[in-house]
């Protein structure tokens, strides 16, 4: 598979009372043309960040507001986004790369019509004549499945369950026919009914549209049913990173076993899952050593000292844990 974006470095600082403070640590993370990758971690961890990073949306340091400052490289498609001027981005962003966000109903605008808000990045790159843009947005809403297209398209948010929020932030999305779609807990406010048909129609979508996707969730079921590769996230780092049957069959870093434990399975004991001690941490992550040494059972006094690096334990199974080597021989549940 071509290679899409390869993010390489990345750390995200954000100015508060006049300091730094480290949000994301030194992420690695690469996309391949087609390709689901899951980004998975905790409420916090940084996943949302990351995303934000690589598409130009943090505001930052040195404008009226300075909050932010993103370090490393970017390269979609060979350019790197972290170095393109605002106008050059805002070619890239909505156009090539897509966003849909958490909590669909809260994203639009509660004053403007369904469908202006949908095809507005149509006239914003195209200049398309009104009956153009109209077609194509009654086109892209039907494609989501959104009943009576036609005539919903003058409906405003509040008529709309969040499922068919959910609809319509997919439709803006793809309306552009993007190379990547940035899916951000796109299941995380539906319910689990609603989740399986927005699952179904992204995997539709994908393959319609021949998007590569960035999945952000929490939900391990999402990621083990749309994903190629994981990464799994801690603290604003990569801890874990392999294919998706690999993370979920041979778990090596500690963080990632206790996530899968806190899931109960129908293929053991129903009282043997045993979930992760203590609360996520909260930036700054002023922690030594490993980060997740706190909270997990396996620690020993070197890894509260010693920060381990991301390396390759398997053939493309990568891991940041000082124990992974005797971790690998215990039984996973």
């Not at 995200?12 to 030194?26: A, F, W």
């Not at 897509?98 to 149509?122: C, F, K, R, V």
Request: one cysteine or more; glycine letters at 8%; a neutral charge.
């Amino acid at each position: 598979m071509k290679l899409l974006l390869d993010a390489k470095n990345i750390r995200v600082l954000k100015r508060t009372n006049g300091d730094l403070m480290e949000i994301v640590d030194g992420v690695n993370l690469t996309i391949n043309e087609g390709e689901t990758v899951g980004l998975v971690g905790e409420t916090g961890a940084g996943k949302t960040i990351t995303a934000f990073s690589v598409l130009g949306i943090l505001q930052p340091i040195g404008e009226a507001k300075p909050l932010w400052k993103v370090e490393g490289e970017v390269l979609f498609k060979g350019k790197d986004l972290l170095r393109l001027s605002k106008d050059e981005m805002r070619q890239i962003r909505g156009n090539e790369i897509s966003l849909i966000t958490q909590n669909p109903i809260a994203s639009l605008h509660p004053l403007d019509m369904i469908g202006y808000q949908t095809g507005e990045t149509l006239d914003e790159y195209k200049k398309a004549e009104f009956d153009e843009i109209m077609r194509l947005v009654v086109e892209h809403l039907g494609k989501v499945e959104i009943a009576d297209a036609k005539e919903r398209s003058s409906d405003f948010r509040h008529q709309f369950s969040g499922g068919e929020g959910q609809r319509i932030l997919l439709a803006m999305a793809l309306i552009r026919n993007p190379s990547l779609l940035v899916a951000d807990e796109p299941t995380s406010s539906l319910d689990v009914t609603v989740q399986r048909q927005i699952l179904e129609l992204l995997k539709a979508m994908k393959k319609h549209f021949n998007l590569a996707m960035l999945l952000i969730t929490h939900n391990l079921g999402v990621v083990a049913e749309m994903a190629d590769r994981v990464y799994v996230m801690y603290a604003g780092e990569i801890v874990e990173h392999s294919d998706v049957t690999t993370i979920f069959k041979k778990p090596l870093h500690p963080f990632t076993r206790g996530l899968l434990g806190s899931v109960p399975r129908i293929d053991s004991d129903f009282f043997a899952f045993e979930g992760i001690s203590g609360d996520p941490p909260r930036p700054p992550y002023r922690i030594s050593g490993c980060k997740f040494h706190p909270r997990c059972k396996y620690a020993t006094p070197s890894c509260k000292q010693e920060s381990p690096e991301l390396a390759e334990t398997d053939s493309k199974h990568f891991v940041a844990c000082l124990r992974v080597d005797e971790i690998r021989n215990l039984k996973k549940r």
